[in-house]
């Protein structure tokens, strides 16, 4: 998900950024159902899903780029677009884990981080504010995830370029990671300063 500025500028639907969103949420069960289909005797179709992968975040850079150039934020872009990233995360690690790419212990520390992210949009909205918006660290943590599945996947194989895809991947996962837990630590702080001024309000 971009960061986007605080002003919504159009509350339109059906604009180019909110277009690309929703074709990336279409994605999603695509995606999963390529990589899961030798899991089911069917065909190896790693390819494929790697190719809606790359689309997906293609699309993910450009639809927060051409809504800020072309002034088309939108309430319903800041639902979308960070939906669409969680849900390609959430696919993935689901996918990857199942075919016994990424070990348990790495899918359940970045489930832990979702489920903590999601007991601080809880918190804010029974204090009445909007979710918190996205930081650079969290753009960041999504890009670097966003490369590391693509490579874990060309992973599973022979060949040095599976080895070189194991390196590459690895790296991205663990900095993805790290930035990943760093960003919802920083969503942590900002949730308990904004209750902690309504305290004080009070």
């Given amino acids: 998900m971009e960061v986007q500025e605080t002003r919504v500028q159009t509350d339109r639907v059906l604009t180019i950024p909110n277009i690309l969103s929703m074709a990336r949420l279409v994605g999603v069960p695509l995606f999963l159902w390529l990589i899961l289909l030798p899991e089911f005797g069917g065909p190896k179709a790693d390819g494929w899903a790697l190719l809606v992968l790359m689309l997906s ?6 639809d927060g780029k051409l809504a800020r150039r072309w002034n088309q934020i939108s309430s319903l872009g800041r639902i979308l677009d960070p939906a669409a990233d969680r849900l390609y995360i959430l696919s993935t690690l689901v996918g990857l884990t199942w075919r016994e790419i990424l070990p348990l212990w790495l899918t359940l520390a970045l489930l832990a981080r979702e489920a903590m992210l999601l007991v601080m949009v809880g918190i804010l909205r029974r204090h009445g504010y909007p979710p918190p918006q996205v930081n650079f660290l969290g753009k960041a943590a999504t890009f670097n995830l966003m490369y590391a599945f693509p490579l874990l996947l060309l ?5 040095w370029l599976a080895s070189l895809a194991a390196i590459f991947g690895w790296a991205f996962a663990g900095w993805g990671t790290t930035l990943y837990w760093w960003a919802g630590i920083l969503y942590v702080v900002q949730v308990r300063r904004l209750v902690k001024a309504d305290a004080v309000a009070d």
């Fill in 155 to 159: 992973s599973d194989g022979t060949g």
């Fill in 57 to 62: 975040g293609v699309s993910d850079y450009l």
